[in-house]
């Protein structure tokens, strides 16, 4: 099989929807999985998510990126006095996946974990980030700090001076499709909102999508051709 980048949009402790959508995409030693962040927090399955991350990065070539979910989670270990935010923010969902009480008592291996995620990564065609992007600066000048909470309801990006198309998350998709403005996929579409996770062949422009409790869309278990949405203002 051909090698493959697959980007997953947010998890958010969604983990049998990211275990069955693993299962479809069966990936090998070849292909490269891209997770766009904010993996925790929300859905009941914080833990188990990361488990099946650190499993999947034995199969494959795994790229985790930082969300905003996993800044507010490591800023209330380091900054205990920071943590009511996560905590409102779905961080008390985490806790009990994990049967704790405060973020200070996570296992040490998944803090650590966390703490190697890229703010962004690139191949020849495209490039992915969490949440958005300054269309005029460099990826590896860019503020992710800033960028990864900005959401596309607010403020639209441009195409990237580089010509590549972005893939991003973050702006839940509360229809449940891919927004597609032709040089940018949002396919963060709400899978703890009741809609679906999705995941996107970007070397084939194909897709998957799964329900929170691992059921394919419509029954379909191969992927689909990537619609073609062109409102951002969704």
Known sequence: MPERVIAIGDIHGCADAFAAILKLIEPTQDDTLVVLGDCIDRGPGSRRVIELMLDADDRCNLVPLFGNHEEMLLAAVDRP?????????????????????????????HLLYIRTWKDYYEIDTHFFAHGSYNARVPLDRQEWGYERWQSLRDRMPKAHRNGKTAVVGHTSQKDGEVLDADYLLCIDTYCCGGKWLTAVDVSNELLWQVDAQGQPRDGRETPVPVPNRENPSK
């Open 81 to 109: 006095g920071t943590a009511i935010s996560w905590l409102s923010c779905g961080g008390t969902d985490t806790l009990v996946s994990y049967g704790v009480a405060s973020a200070q008592e996570l296992p040490r291996e």
